[in-house]
């Protein structure tokens, strides 16, 4: 057990100093909305990070194809989701919770940046990571099994499917003819959210990977969190609510597109 908890406290706390470094730059830039793309490298480091603490390295199958997906996953999205910040600049999501603090409580910007932000969003980026960071310490070596293979193809599968459906978004808004208007076309036409269903698709088959490899069912947290916070919390929920009041058809688009899972549109 201590094999495994050292090392996890280990990256908890990397992750918090992380976050108090990253804190004071968004206090001197006064923007915190650079954090979506901080989660996706911070899940990547926290992997490596557990990987360099291992005393021989990665031992088996299960354990690399955990470095693998992960290390795809978040630089491909990481690198993604930076660029995008730095071409729009602030998230309006971001300007909602952070202003509405400071509004409600008094705050200045620099405690309500560190306070709702920087000290939230380290641990839970360390929970939705758990299957990752454990997978590694718990693989004892092994041909991967059914288990496995299919985790390996759901991961995959999300990465491909976030990454189309990032890329149709992108080409969506780069025609100012769109301006306004909802995508409701290639995958956007089957889910509302084909970046988020992505996103847990991937996480849940890398947990599917730590545990055929000997990692405890009770990582299960990690995939759990998130795609509750996709669904319900600051992910889907939190983002409709804006576009709700900013795209004129997207109740409509609503009406009819799955908010998840993809499916066919009701007619």
């Keep these: 057990m201590m094999a495994l908890v050292q090392p996890l406290l280990i990256n908890l706390a990397a992750i918090m100093a992380a976050m108090v470094l990253l804190w004071r730059i968004s206090v001197a830039i006064k923007d915190v909305s650079f954090i979506d793309a901080v989660w996706a490298y911070g899940m990547v480091g926290l992997t490596l990070l557990t990987a360099a603490l291992l005393p021989g390295g ?42 509405g603090a400071m509004k409600k409580k008094g705050w200045s ?7 709702m932000v920087f000290a939230t969003q380290g641990p839970l980026l360390w929970t939705v990571s758990l299957p990752a960071q454990a997978g590694l310490l718990s693989d004892a070596g092994g041909a991967i099994g059914g288990i496995g293979a299919i985790g390996i193809a759901l991961a995959v599968i999300g990465i491909g499917f976030e990454s189309l459906g990032d890329l149709q978004l992108e080409a969506f808004r780069g025609n100012p003819d769109n301006h306004g208007k909802a995508l409701d076309t290639g995958l956007w036409r089957y889910t509302r959210h084909p ?32 795609t509750f916070t996709l669904v319900k919390w600051s992910g889907a929920a939190l983002l409709e609510k804006g576009l709700k009041k900013t795209r004129p058809g997207y109740a409509e688009y609503i009406a009819k597109t799955s908010s998840f899972i993809p499916w066919p549109p009701k007619k």
């Design 58 to 99: 990665p031992v088996g199958p299960h354990s690399w194809a955990i470095l693998f997906l992960t290390v795809i996953w978040g630089l491909r999205l990481g690198t993604h989701l930076l660029i995008r910040w730095r071409r729009l600049g602030r998230d309006p999501r971001y300007d909602r919770i952070v202003g």
């Design 109 to 115: 910007f620099s405690k309500t940046a560190l306070i």
């Design 195 to 226: 970046n988020y269903f992505g996103d847990a698709c991937t996480w849940w088959g890398i947990w599917l990977v730590a545990i055929s490899g000997g990692a405890g069912l009770w990582t299960a947290i990690g995939p759990v969190f998130l």
